[in-house]
């Protein structure tokens, strides 16, 4: 929340001298005094700050403090030259008003430093970036340029202004600098040739002398020792506290960000040196025949040196110092000079050349630092201009005349302005406007600068009279025209009662001006006023190569020479004047007074005497009055009653209402008479500082009270948030803390159910552990006992069946011991039964024996013989035929037993043929028909081959198949199959052998009943089919080869294709089968089989003999076929 302040809070004395009470000189002053004494150096009268200046640094220049002052109401915060810059930078950024600052103030007050601070405080609170800052910083750093060729060390200020300077600074819409313009005004140039005791000339020769390089005093042909110069004075060369060198190093940055180029700085400083080169020349008198003294240059080395740095020829300097051209009436006239006219018009020169490089250097600067946008800009104007000065008696002069004017102007613009403005808002605020009375110092402003009778205008007139003219004259004439006027005082006044006023001498006059009565001493006034510069010397500069000397002289130029006097300094001035008053009249005026403290340029010391004199003559108290005319006090209602609504019980706390209302029910609350206040539209109007400070007095004590009662409340507050905070603490920590006992004591109670339950369930398992044991002890006990019970049981019954086996045992063992020994009893009975039978069969035998040997023996040569014969012979044989039992059945068994005796080998040999024919016709017995007709073929095959062909023992192993093609199935082979008429005997691949080289090719062999067929072995098409009656024979060798020829019968149908020579891999068995279909056709010749190793072959016309011969080991395996010539085909057959 915004704390609303007010000016009014822990005011020291009063902040705003409006609201000072009594209203006098004394407690204005005691006031000031009061408020600086406690570091207070700013006042307000109304919106005009007066600034006392401390001499020493307060911390109230901040940043912090800027923020502070930032975008705050006038009146808000204690007086602050802040709060003014701020106002007006604010009124000129959002009111779209033109601003000026008006700074006044006696040398030393501070005027300088208040500009300074003002526009500080604008660099810092306007818009920033890279262009800006630029802008600021060129506008900032002007400052210290202008001050070193501008300021100087005087008796009152060691840097004071010695020119009045005024500087538009230009914004943007937005506020943003964009530039600015300075004018200056009436440069103190006599301080060039002449400083008074105690003070010194402009602060740059100083500098230049201290600071530049020795490379550079060379250049400009100076010595770095001030005494070498007589323009510079030596008793008070060096200023404490100021450090001549640092500033020219300060300078010489300032000027070159404000942008002057190298050269130019370089031009500006050969300038100053020349100054200061022009101070040493001096002139010595050369009588003339006239007997006029004529000057002469003294020591030329300085003239010399001066007029290379210029690049001016010497003679027409020195000339120019020696005579003086006049021209009159289209005449040209060349007068001497004497010493004393030499030296003014070396002075002349020198005052005329520093000034008017200053004023270049103001030109210089603005060209910078000039706005670059042509949009209508908003201007601050900043006017830091010498106040009012009087000095001692005899010491104004002319320059104290004209400042005295221009403030006499500012004055006549600040009441102007100041009544106007007051007007404006009674006007504006509809309050009955009452005359105001007031000094209005326009009289006096009349007297200096009234075109036909006023002081300017009679300095000027008498300047250009022909004729003598002095100071005298000037102040007779005076005399005589001013006599009249109220504010004009002179001894030679026809006005009789200045005649014997002894403070008013005779060579001076005096105007009560409205600031106080300033006395003027004449003399310089005609001299000052014109301003003389011999046209030879301007003409002379102008012939300089230097070009900024030929800038600063161009009325030196002879193609433009103006007969016309240049304008006096005093119109020239006044001409200023107004164009700067005409100037500050567009603008919305705000004002700072400065104030010095003392003479002696310390801290804390506040001399009234000095302060009184500077209040009376800036006019501050009239001030005050002016202000306070028509009200004293004027606020906002809004403000008003912000302030005050705690005085009346209605508007406090909040006032509901328009605050207008607020205001006169609090008003009229408090009982305030009715005339000491007015209601505008906008704000309240309060006629007497008495009735304000009643209401702040009253506010004060119910502030207190109020306080008080804050204090109480928010203790009370602040008790009970305390309480309420350490309540709630208090339960959370409660609740936290029961949290945590109910927590353990969950836990305990938790472990402790856990323990119970696993000791229950312990017991419990245990129990029925228990139970399960007893019950299977029960079952195991029965078990046993049952078990025992079955086994005694068992072992009874065993031992009953035991018993009783043990008994049937050894019944049986009994039994059959019994029966055994009855057995053997028997046994040995029947033994010796036996024994004895046998015995007596032996002996019985023995006895037939012998009885049959004795029967017998008569008989048994005629038989015996023949009996033992056939009983032996029927033993053998017996013995011999169970012998032949161990041979096989198997037909292929050849074993047969060897014979055992001799008489035996026929029957032996037979009976051997009989039992194979026998077990032959057995195994043949088991033969079905297809085997029969197989083993057939094999037997009439070994009846054609065996022995005959030695092919023939490899095929008995290999059964004969027929259909090796598998023609029925095959079908490859359909087409051939259905194109045969009868049943296929046989199927067989063969090779033909062609009777021109001998190599076979394969042919598909086919034998039917009636026929044998050739057949092309891919395509299955029949190349050959002959009638098997056609076949005369076949061919074969009788070797192991499978060539064979099938020989036809000549003049057959089928004979006139030729023999065919084929080969097989089944020979055997085709032979055969052709030979038994030709042995089983009863209507067919049989075919004969032809073996040999050579046989002829009917090729179509020629015969072909084919030999066979056994081939080495090289030819392999197989049979191969070779021609060798017409009539011979010989087969290689392999080795056995
Ligand atoms: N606000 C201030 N705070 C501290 N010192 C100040 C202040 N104002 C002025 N001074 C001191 O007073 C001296 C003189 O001030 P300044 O040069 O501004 O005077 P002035 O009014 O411009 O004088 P002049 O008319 O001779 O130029 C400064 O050099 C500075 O030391
Ligand atoms: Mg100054």
Not at 166 to 185: A, R, T
Not at 476 to 496: G, V, W, Y
Not at 716 to 740: D, I
Request: charge should be positive.
């Amino acid at each position: 929340m915004e704390v609303k302040t007010s000016l009014l809070d822990n005011m020291i004395g009063v902040g705003d001298m409006v609201l000072l009470e009594p209203l006098n000189e004394d407690s204005f002053i005691m006031n000031l005094r009061n408020r600086f004494d406690h570091n207070e150096i700013y006042t307000y009268i109304g919106s005009v700050v007066i600034s006392m200046n401390p001499y020493r640094s307060l911390p109230i220049y901040t940043p912090q403090k800027v923020e502070e002052y930032r975008n705050r109401n006038f009146y808000e915060l204690s007086p602050h030259i802040y709060a003014l810059a701020d106002e007006a930078y604010r009124s000129l950024r959002d009111q779209d008003k033109d601003q000026c600052i008006l700074i006044t103030g006696e040398s030393g007050a501070g005027k300088t430093e208040a500009s300074k601070l003002v526009m500080s405080y604008v660099a810092a609170v306007c818009g920033k970036g890279q262009e800006v800052n630029k802008v600021k910083e060129q506008l900032l750093q002007s400052n210290p340029v202008l001050e070193a060729f501008g300021n100087a060390k005087t008796m009152r200020n060691d840097n004071s202004s010695r020119f009045g300077k005024y500087m538009d600074i230009e914004f943007d819409f937005k506020g943003d600098p964009l530039g600015g313009v300075i004018s200056n005004y009436l440069l103190e140039k006599s301080r060039v040739c002449k400083q008074p005791r105690g003070e010194r000339n402009f602060h740059i020769f100083y500098q230049l002398l201290s600071g530049a390089s020795d490379d550079t005093l060379m250049k400009l042909k100076l010595d770095r020792d001030f005494s070498k110069y007589n323009y510079l004075s030596l008793d008070s060369a060096n200023v404490n506290g100021l450090d001549d060198a640092a500033s020219f190093r300060t300078v010489r940055n300032a000027m070159q960000i404000v942008g002057f180029m190298e050269a130019e700085v370089q031009s500006v400083l050969e300038l100053v040196a020349a100054v200061l080169k022009l101070g040493n020349i001096e002139f010595k008198p050369e009588s003339r025949v006239n007997g006029f003294d004529e000057s002469r240059v003294k020591d030329k080395n300085d003239l010399k040196e001066m007029c290379e740095l210029l690049g001016i020829e010497q003679s027409v300097l020195e000339r120019a110092f020696s005579y003086r051209t006049v021209e009159a009436k289209m005449e040209k006239m060349s007068t001497t000079l004497n010493v004393a006219q030499a030296y003014y018009a070396r002075d002349a020169l020198a005052k005329n050349l520093y000034s008017r490089l200053f004023s270049w250097l103001v030109t210089r600067i603005n060209e910078s630092i000039k706005a670059q946008a042509k949009t209508r800009h908003k201007v601050m104007g900043v006017l830091d201009i010498y106040g009012f000065e009087i000095f001692e008696v005899r010491d104004n002069s002319f320059e104290q005349f004209i400042i005295n004017y221009c403030n006499e102007k500012l004055q006549q613009i600040f009441i102007e302005l100041t009544l106007r403005e007051e007007q404006e808002e009674y006007i504006r605020e509809d309050i009955e406007w009452t005359n105001i009375e007031y000094f209005n110092n326009a009289v006096i402003c009349d007297l200096i600068e009234n075109n036909q009778n006023g002081i300017l205008a009679m300095l000027d007139e008498e300047c250009l009279r022909p004729g003598t003219v002095t100071d005298d004259t000037f102040l007779d004439k005076l005399n005589t025209i001013c006599a009249e006027h109220q504010h004009f005082e002179s001894r030679l006044n026809k006005n009789s009662k200045f005649l014997t006023d002894h403070s008013l001498p005779h060579s001076c006059f005096r105007i009560q001006h409205y600031a106080g009565k300033v006395l003027y001493r004449v003399e310089g006034f005609v001299d000052k006023n014109n301003d003389l510069l011999y046209r030879d010397l301007s003409q002379a500069m102008y012939k300089a190569t230097h070009s900024l000397m030929r800038q600063l002289f161009p009325e030196g130029n002879p193609a433009k020479v103006n007969l016309k006097r240049p304008p006096t300094a005093g119109f020239q001035f006044k001409a200023s004047v107004g164009v700067l008053m005409k100037n500050l009249q567009t603008k919305n005026p705000n004002y700072i007074r400065c104030i010095k403290p003392n003479d002696k340029k310390v801290a804390h010391i506040f001399t009234d005497s000095l302060v009184c004199h500077q209040v009376r003559y800036l006019g501050l108290v009239e001030n005050v009055r002016v202000r306070r005319a028509g009200y004293a006090f004027r606020q906002p209602y809004e403000s008003c009653l912000e302030r005050y609504k705690m005085l009346c019980k209605k508007t406090w706390p909040h006032w509901r209402g328009p605050a207008r209302d607020g205001v006169e029910v609090l008003l009229t609350d408090c009982s305030v008479p009715t005339e000491e206040f007015a209601y505008g539209r906008s704000k309240i109007f309060i006629r007497n500082p008495r009735t304000l400070f009643t209401l702040e007095e009253r506010r004060r004590a119910c502030l207190e009270d109020l306080a008080t009662l804050i204090q109480k409340i928010y203790r009370g507050w602040k008790s009970r948030t305390h309480f309420l905070l350490l309540k709630k603490s208090q339960v959370v920590v409660a609740a936290w803390y029961r949290r945590y006992a109910q927590q353990n004591k969950y836990q305990k109670i938790k472990s402790a159910t856990l323990v119970m339950q696993s000791f229950i369930r312990g017991w419990k398992a245990r129990n029925i552990l228990r139970q399960l044991k007893y019950e299977k002890r029960c079952k195991e006990a029965v078990t046993t006992i049952a078990a025992y019970w079955h086994g005694t049981q068992a072992r009874m019954e065993l031992r009953r069946l035991k018993t009783e086996a043990r008994n049937k045992r050894a019944v049986s063992v009994i039994w059959a011991y019994w029966q055994g020994t009855k057995a053997r009893r028997e046994l040995r009975r029947l033994k010796e039964e036996a024994r004895r039978k046998h015995a007596v069969a032996i002996i019985w035998a023995y006895w037939l024996g012998l009885q049959v040997r004795r029967e017998y023996r008569k008989f048994f040569r005629a038989n015996a013989g023949k009996k033992i014969y056939d009983f032996t012979i029927q033993r053998i044989m017996q013995k011999y035929f169970l012998g032949l039992k161990t041979t096989t059945m198997s037909p292929m068994d050849n074993s047969w037993p060897a014979k055992p005796y001799g008489f035996l080998e026929g029957a032996h040999t037979q009976l051997r043929r009989i039992f194979h024919l026998w077990r032959c016709k057995k195994y043949r017995g088991q033969f079905t028909e297809e085997k029969k007709a197989v083993y057939e073929e094999k037997l009439e095959a070994s009846e054609i081959f065996k022995d005959k062909k030695a092919l023939y023992p490899s095929s008995v192993s290999q059964p004969f198949k027929g259909d090796y093609l598998e023609i029925q199935k095959n079908p490859k082979y359909q087409k051939l199959n259905s194109a045969m008429e009868e049943k296929v005997l046989l199927a067989d691949l063969v090779n033909k052998i062609n009777r021109a080289n001998g190599k076979g090719s394969p042919r598909l062999f086919l034998l039917t009943k009636s026929n044998f067929v050739l057949a092309d072995q891919k395509t299955g098409q029949v190349k050959a089919s002959v009638p098997l009656p056609d076949l005369a024979s076949v061919s074969v060798s009788t070797q192991s080869d499978g060539f064979f020829a099938l020989k036809l019968k000549e003049g057959s149908a089928s004979a006139s294709k030729g023999d065919f020579l084929l080969s097989s891999e089944h020979l055997i068995e085709i032979i055969t089968k052709l030979h038994r279909i030709g042995t089983t056709a009863a209507d067919r010749d049989q075919i004969n089989i032809d073996i040999s190793d050579e046989f002829l072959v009917q090729f179509k016309q020629d015969k072909v003999c084919v030999k066979f011969i056994q081939g080495g080991p090289k030819n392999g395996n197989s049979a191969a076929c070779k021609r060798k010539n017409n009539r011979l085909l010989e087969v290689s057959v392999p080795s056995p």
